[in-house]
């Protein structure tokens, strides 16, 4: 039997360890040849001219001969104005990409010596490097769509109603006392909030043959219905493909455009010919591990961030420590400044949930 990955030496070709012991300078040194390469010329950020400019060691940054103005290495990216040291962001960075279902801002606040409020920034941000380096070309060949619940799980009752004889004297006791009656149940304003907060990830993944999925894209929407299923077909499947999905109605339309095959979901998981959406399932069990262990609660105008974060988990499943840590450090360096987090803490918001439907 072929060795499973994770404990493969490819894998681990960096690590914690490795990265702990280097020196200021060499982080330097190893951030600068990511984004400007080995050349002595580098591009100003600011006004993009290339030129030998000199550096300014005190500032860690460099002069531009030509606008006169200064800039480091996280000049007009989404890391500008944070005043976080290179060695506490790689660090950071190396925990978000080496956790399986994520892993919570106070953990990483704790081990990277950060405040709570600038992990939980730049754990975000990097879900927005996530969110805009999407590959967004249609996908084709067989091609796995499902939906999943997620978020607004209603606070359970005090009381077990099994539990018969618990049950009457406690309401006995509680007689006259709205709050503690009503939390014996789920009450009505409960199961409100839960339909407040609960949203749909429609999760579309692409099937590689013999290797599970290799691409993922999510979406957030507040309901699993044919407006939903068409914005997927339209925006991210090609026509022809083989499109496998459960038997809601939702897809009906999907004969249209692609070879339909479903799976009734009430009575096997594969059919006896192996039609299956497996890995659309496979998707959710990990977002629902970062639900219940990770995160908690998934706020509904967040909740878009994680499935993106998820998605990226396992498109980069086979790639090891080293080539998930240079992507995610690369890619932050080419979005621009973060359009979602910037000043978050200042009372900037981002007002949108980003729904297709
Ligand atoms: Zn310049």
């Known amino acids: 039997m072929p060795q499973h990955f994770l404990l493969s030496k490819k894998y681990r070709d960096t690590s914690l360890h490795r990265l702990l012991r280097m020196t200021d300078e060499e982080l330097f040194d190893f951030v600068k040849k990511l984004k400007f390469g080995n050349g002595k010329e580098i591009p100003c950020t600011r006004c993009g001219a290339i030129d030998t400019h000199p550096f300014i060691k005190r500032r860690k940054g460099w002069k531009c001969k030509h ?22 962001l790689i660090m950071i960075i190396y925990q978000f990409c080496t956790s399986a279902n994520g892993i919570s801002a106070v953990q990483v606040s704790t081990d990277a010596e950060v405040a709570y409020k600038t992990a939980w920034v730049v754990m975000h941000k990097l879900r927005e490097v996530i969110a805009r380096t999407i590959d967004t070309s249609l996908m084709e060949g067989e ?10 799980k209603p606070r359970s009752g005090q009381f077990r109603p099994s539990n018969k004889a618990r049950y009457a004297a406690a309401a006995e006791k509680l007689a006259g006392k709205t709050q503690g ?56 499947i090609a026509n022809g493909s083989l499109v496998r999905t459960d038997e809601n109605k939702a897809y009906d339309s999907y004969k249209q455009f692609f070879t339909h095959q479903t799976v009734e979901h009430s009575k096997e998981y594969s059919t006896i010919d192996g039609v ?70 200042q009372g900037y918001r981002r007002n949108d949930e980003m729904l297709i439907a």
């Open 143 to 152: 091609v796995h769509v499902d939906g999943g619940h997620f978020g607004g």
């Open 67 to 88: 606008c006169t103005r200064e800039f480091s290495l996280t000049s007009g990216t989404v890391w500008a104005d944070m005043k976080l040291p290179l060695s506490k």
């Open 276 to 345: 299956n959406n497996n890995q659309a399932e496979s998707f959710f069990s990990r977002l629902r591990r970062c639900e219940y262990g990770t995160t908690h609660r998934m706020q509904a105008a967040y909740m878009i961030d994680y499935a993106n974060e998820m998605a990226w988990k396992e498109d980069w499943r086979r790639k090891s420590v080293k080539e998930k840590l240079i992507n995610l450090l690369e890619s932050s360096f080419h979005v621009g400044f973060s359009r979602w987090w910037r000043g978050y803490w």
């Open 181 to 236: 009656i009503k939390r014996r149940g789920i009450s009505k304003a409960n199961f409100e909030r839960k339909k407040r907060n609960r949203r749909i990830v429609m999760v579309v993944r692409q099937v590689a043959p013999a290797e599970g999925a290799n691409r993922t894209r999510v979406f957030l929407s507040s309901g699993e219905n044919e407006a939903v299923a068409k914005y997927i077909a339209k925006h991210c």
